[in-house]
């Protein structure tokens, strides 16, 4: 999972992809970078660590030009962390290109090997890399028409975005999996005549860069933006899929907890949809309690939800410290039992003597669950009704949401009653999985009336072969090691 910004035809292109990247950095914590165009030459500042420590006044001065392109990555355990950071700079065909990319393809060890087999060298372990060598190697009159012929190779979920001394290109795979939105720059900050275009994952980006929503980019959509002219031309992207292409798999985990809850993720506000479901939860799994608290923050806008759907009360039950970051160093065993604490503290007199409705938006591992109810009873909480905004999560992810393995699932290993009792509640309920797709948009419908969300990591079904196959291979290991 990842976060891209880019932008083009302004004079302070680095200060406003930074600003970008600002924005998504819930996407991705463990590094980013960003490349700038200046006259036919790209320079690049990519580091480890969150985007206000890599660009300073100093680092992004030295990121001159009038387009840019950024990239926030989420860390994946064991990844190789320096070697994958994007986006990544090459010269192809003798040409200086940046190439940044979200989404995870499932075809990527195939991938890999028919390059290596052909000689390509790789650095990195990351993704991005095959597509560069593929690039390189790829038929087309320029690199419009190579992005082109190599969308067509890969398999899974891509948002790719290239930037060349002439043109920017933002591609979205078939099946739309990833969001990737296209707004204009608002005025006051650019006072050249040319249009300025800006492309990003989410659009609570272009909030914070007062950048006016234009549209989403389709599933297999090409958008080619001339940076002369800002002339804009929309390409379909060659089909793998055929028959089935109508149909689009847009992941729905991204609006269940992924995206930022004032993000419009395909027509629809992130913030009400997680509102919505928590709603139909409380009409599927009332409960008599006498507050609602979220786990925060992921857990607040279904909470709201149920609330109001419930009538019951809602509450701030658990105080979240924001300062503790995903890299806190543990030192010692004593210390790391106190992690949870580091990062929620209960308000026991909110809590103390009272039935608690307790909304999260999903269970992954059920760790963090278990704790957080230990938490609550300590702080005095009579009844800890559990309340899931989303179905239960099975299976694994294979387009870039960084779900664990099957068997690290709690869902996946017990049922109900083993869940409620080893997470210490005395009710637990998961929204229904058909309600989630009564939630897709309208326009987002295929003819056939389905929603066009991908709910892989509840139903267990995947699109493609090269997932399928993955989940075989996976239920083939041994089971019992358990991280
Ligand atoms: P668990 O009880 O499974 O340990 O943790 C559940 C919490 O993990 C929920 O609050 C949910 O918001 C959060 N969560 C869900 N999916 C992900 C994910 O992909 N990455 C991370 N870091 N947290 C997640
Ligand atoms: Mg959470």
Same mark, same amino acid.
């Given at each position: 999972?990842?976060?891209?910004?880019?932008?083009? =035809?302004?004079?302070?292109?680095?200060?406003?992809?930074?600003?970008?990247?600002?924005?998504?950095? *819930?996407?991705?914590?463990?590094?980013? @970078?960003?490349?700038?165009?200046?006259?036919?030459?790209?320079?690049?500042?990519? &580091?480890? #660590?969150?985007?206000?420590?890599?660009?300073?006044?100093?680092?992004?001065?030295?990121?001159?030009?009038?387009?840019?392109?950024?990239?926030? !990555?989420?860390?994946?355990?064991?990844?190789?962390?320096?070697?994958?950071?994007?986006?990544?700079?090459? !010269?192809?065909? #003798?040409?200086?290109?940046?190439?940044?990319?979200? @989404?995870?393809?499932?075809?990527?060890? %195939?991938?890999?090997? &028919?390059?290596?087999?052909?000689?390509?060298?790789? +650095? #990195?372990?990351?993704?991005?890399?095959?597509?560069?060598?593929?690039?390189?190697?790829?038929?087309?009159?320029?690199?419009?028409?190579?992005?082109?012929?190599?969308?067509?190779?890969? %398999?899974?979920?891509?948002?790719?975005?290239?930037?060349?001394?002439? *043109?920017?290109?933002?591609?979205?795979?078939?099946? @739309?999996?990833?969001?990737?939105?296209?707004?204009?720059?608002?005025?006051?900050?650019?006072? &050249?005549?040319?249009?300025?275009?800006?492309?990003? $994952?989410?659009?609570?980006?272009?909030?914070?860069?007062?950048?006016?929503? %234009?549209?989403?980019?389709?599933?297999?959509?090409?958008?080619?933006?001339?940076?002369?002219? #800002?002339?804009?031309?929309?390409?379909?992207?060659?089909?793998?899929?055929?028959?089935?292409?109508?149909?689009?798999?847009?992941?729905?985990?991204? +609006?269940?907890?992924?995206?930022?809850?004032?993000?419009?993720?395909?027509?629809?506000?992130?913030?009400?949809?997680?509102?919505?479901?928590?709603?139909?939860?409380?009409?599927?799994?009332?409960?008599?309690?006498?507050?609602?608290?979220?786990?925060?923050?992921?857990?607040?806008?279904?909470?709201?939800?149920?609330?109001?759907?419930?009538?019951?009360?809602?509450?701030?039950?658990?105080?979240?410290?924001?300062?503790?970051?995903?890299?806190?160093?543990?030192?010692?065993?004593?210390?790391?039992?106190?992690?949870?604490?580091?990062?929620?503290?209960?308000?026991?007199?909110?809590?103390?003597?009272?039935?608690?409705?307790?909304?999260? &938006?999903?269970?992954?591992? @059920?760790?963090?669950?278990?704790?957080?109810?230990?938490?609550?009873?300590?702080?005095?909480?009579?009844?800890? *009704?559990?309340?899931?905004?989303?179905?239960?999560?099975?299976?694994?992810?294979?387009?870039?949401?960084?779900?664990?393995?099957?068997? %690290?699932?709690?869902?996946? +290993?017990?049922?109900?009653?083993?869940?409620?009792?080893?997470?210490?509640?005395?009710?637990?309920?998961?929204?229904?999985?058909?309600?989630?797709?009564?939630?897709?948009?309208?326009?987002?419908? $295929?003819?056939?009336? =389905? $929603?066009?969300?991908?709910?892989?990591?509840?139903?267990?079904?995947? /699109?493609?072969?090269?997932? +399928? !196959?993955?989940?075989?291979?996976? *239920?083939?290991?041994? /089971?019992?090691?358990?991280?």
């Amino acid at each position: 999972m990842c976060g891209i910004f880019a932008l083009t =035809q302004h004079r302070e292109a680095a200060h406003i992809a930074f600003l970008g990247l600002f924005a998504l950095q *819930h996407r991705g914590q463990e590094s980013a @970078g960003l490349a700038t165009l200046n006259q036919g030459h790209i320079s690049v500042h990519r &580091d480890i #660590g969150l985007v206000s420590d890599i660009f300073t006044a100093e680092t992004l001065a030295r990121l001159p030009g009038t387009a840019a392109l950024g990239h926030v !990555r989420y860390s994946t355990a064991g990844g190789d962390a320096r070697g994958n950071i994007q986006p990544l700079a090459a !010269r192809v065909n #003798g040409i200086n290109v940046a190439l940044a990319h979200n @989404g995870n393809l499932v075809n990527a060890p %195939e991938l890999r090997d &028919d390059l290596e087999r052909r000689g390509a060298i790789f +650095q #990195g372990t990351a993704d991005t890399e095959i597509i560069l060598h593929l690039l390189a190697q790829a038929p087309g009159a320029d690199l419009g028409a190579k992005m082109k012929h190599v969308s067509g190779l890969l %398999e899974g979920a891509f948002t790719l975005v290239l930037m060349t001394p002439t *043109h920017l290109y933002a591609c979205v795979d078939a099946l @739309g999996y990833r969001p990737l939105s296209l707004a204009r720059l608002n005025s006051e900050l650019d006072s &050249d005549a040319q249009p300025s275009w800006v492309v990003a $994952s989410e659009t609570c980006a272009f909030e914070l860069v007062n950048g006016k929503f %234009e549209r989403d980019i389709l599933p297999g959509e090409m958008v080619e933006i001339e940076l002369a002219t #800002g002339k804009l031309t929309s390409h379909t992207l060659p089909d793998r899929h055929g028959a089935d292409k109508a149909q689009a798999r847009r992941c729905v985990f991204e +609006q269940i907890y992924f995206a930022r809850p004032d993000s419009q993720l395909w027509g629809q506000s992130t913030f009400l949809f997680r509102e919505t479901l928590g709603a139909k939860l409380a009409e599927q799994a009332p409960v008599d309690a006498d507050l609602v608290i979220p786990i925060p923050d992921s857990g607040v806008p279904m909470a709201m939800g149920y609330a109001r759907a419930s009538k019951i009360p809602y509450a701030i039950g658990l105080i979240r410290n924001h300062y503790v970051g995903r890299t806190f160093i543990e030192p010692t065993q004593t210390i790391r039992n106190f992690r949870l604490r580091l990062k929620l503290s209960p308000l026991r007199q909110i809590i103390e003597g009272k039935r608690l409705v307790v909304v999260d &938006d999903s269970i992954v591992r @059920g760790t963090t669950s278990r704790r957080i109810v230990e938490l609550l009873r300590e702080a005095g909480a009579l009844e800890v *009704h559990m309340r899931i905004g989303s179905p239960p999560v099975k299976f694994p992810c294979f387009y870039g949401i960084d779900t664990p393995k099957r068997r %690290e699932l709690l869902a996946q +290993q017990m049922n109900m009653s083993e869940m409620r009792e080893t997470l210490h509640v005395d009710s637990l309920a998961y929204l229904n999985i058909d309600t989630l797709h009564q939630m897709a948009a309208p326009q987002q419908r $295929s003819a056939n009336g =389905q $929603s066009g969300f991908c709910d892989s990591c509840f139903s267990g079904c995947y /699109s493609d072969k090269f997932a +399928q !196959r993955r989940l075989r291979e996976e *239920h083939a290991q041994p /089971s019992g090691v358990q991280s």
